[in-house]
């Protein structure tokens, strides 16, 4: 199952984006929908606010009186703080029922109007945020749906700005153009994209990235979503995670796949992250258990792997291809991903040594598929890291 978090501002055509994705295939759980439900007539939710905020939040047939209960519910932070306490959980609850009903091959959209203001984009495989200036937005709400302007406008402004939006973003969809041209691009997000993500999640599979140097200026805002994920995974198994490898170091050119770094105790946490990682859409490299050892004074033939163990996982999004190495607080392999993307951040010489090594790579790699294309690509590099291995080391320890 996927789970997909869908937003976006008042007038920004979000409704729109939801009925595509349900003819698309998609299972639509309605925040706002599901708020109304726990609360209509009948229910342990109606009756619990009745009992905290008095008879006067109803109307005359006996249903929530909405502005009455707005009245009193968010006249302090006590009386919100009390409302919420009764309708989140509620809410909650009915979600989770509804997510637990969805067949195992389903993609679940959770159409959320506050998920960025909730902070719930983390919980979310991926986040569609629907995306219109302000202008448009007013614009809509005024003429389609006959809210007053000055109203609109004080909506508008309480919720999240379009750079909070962003940020959370993995996908935004321009809707300022007409109705045809956002239905066709949610269609091919569709098809190219929440479909095959799905399918590799379920089969274990993680996405692959071309061998072929790019650069990206949005890889660390990528990366810190990445992170937000799989900090909500490992929890407290997690000592420290980091946006490590190439696509770490600003300006430097690298293959589109984003290498992250989850820090542990030891290995036995690693590997009884596996589910938790699988099931969060990180998909484990069973195969790789370790880092190919670097020459050393105690090991001189590279050949010692008890310090150079680690965990694989991938993104099984084929949008965002994604290395997430587990390794072990203070073993080689974890201080060697921090070092050299320090060393490569502050040596403009070992970058341009490193990228001149990453283009006869990319060349080795250029007329290949597969694990073949990998393997030519890796045995470019793999001398290089051995060979700056000692000197990336002695840089660390003489800024310790």
């Not at 996927?2 to 409704?15: C, E, F, N, Y």
């Not at 007013?138 to 919720?159: K, N, S, T, W, Y």
């Not at 949005?218 to 490992?234: F, S």
Request: proline share 5%; charged share 25%; aromatic share 4%.
């Amino acid at each position: 199952m996927l789970r997909i978090g869908l937003t976006g501002g008042m007038g920004a055509g979000k409704s729109t984006v939801a009925r595509e994705l349900v003819e698309s295939g998609a299972v639509l759980i309605d925040s706002d929908a599901i708020a109304r439900e726990v609360v209509a007539p009948g229910t342990p939710g109606l009756a619990a606010l009745v009992e905290e905020f008095g008879e006067g939040i109803l109307a005359e047939d006996g249903s929530l009186n909405r502005p009455a209960l707005a009245a009193v519910a968010f006249a302090d932070d006590v009386s919100r703080g009390k409302l919420n306490a009764i309708t989140h959980p509620l809410v909650g609850a009915r979600t989770a029922e509804l997510i637990g009903d969805a067949a195992a091959d389903a993609i679940v959209v959770q159409d959320i109007p506050l998920l960025v203001e909730n902070g719930l984009a983390p919980l979310m495989q991926l986040v569609v945020v629907v995306g219109a200036d302000e202008a448009t937005r007013l614009r809509r709400l005024v003429e389609q749906r006959g809210v007053d302007e000055a109203d609109a406008r004080a909506r508008i402004a309480a919720q999240a700005t379009d750079d909070q939006r962003r940020a959370v973003a993995d996908v935004w969809l321009d809707n300022n153009g007409a109705p045809d041209a956002i239905r066709a691009r949610v269609r091919e997000l569709w098809e190219q994209r929440l479909v095959p993500f799905e399918r590799n999640q379920r089969a274990g599979v993680r996405a692959r990235a071309a061998y072929r140097l790019v650069t990206d200026p949005e890889w660390d805002v990528q990366a810190r979503r990445i992170i937000a994920r799989l900090h909500l995974a490992c929890g407290a198994s997690a000592v420290r995670i980091d946006h490590v490898g190439s696509t770490a170091v600003h300006g430097l050119p690298a293959k589109d796949i984003i290498d992250i770094q989850i820090t542990v105790a030891d290995m036995t946490t690693a590997e009884s992250l596996s589910d938790a990682l699988a099931g969060a859409g990180f998909p484990l490299a069973a195969h790789v258990t370790h880092d190919n050892p670097k020459p050393s004074p105690h090991d001189p033939d590279g050949t010692d792997l008890s310090r150079w163990g680690k965990r694989l996982h991938g993104n099984a999004d084929p949008g965002r291809p994604a290395n997430i190495h587990l390794r072990v607080r203070d073993s080689l392999g974890q201080r060697f991903a921090l070092d050299l993307r320090d060393w490569l951040r502050a040596d403009e010489h070992g970058r341009a040594e490193y990228l001149a090594v990453k283009r006869g790579a990319e060349l080795a790699a250029a007329d290949l598929v597969g694990d073949e294309a990998g393997e030519a690509y890796y045995r470019v590099k793999e001398p290089w890291f051995d060979a700056v291995y000692p000197v990336v080391t002695e840089w660390a320890r003489a800024r310790a």
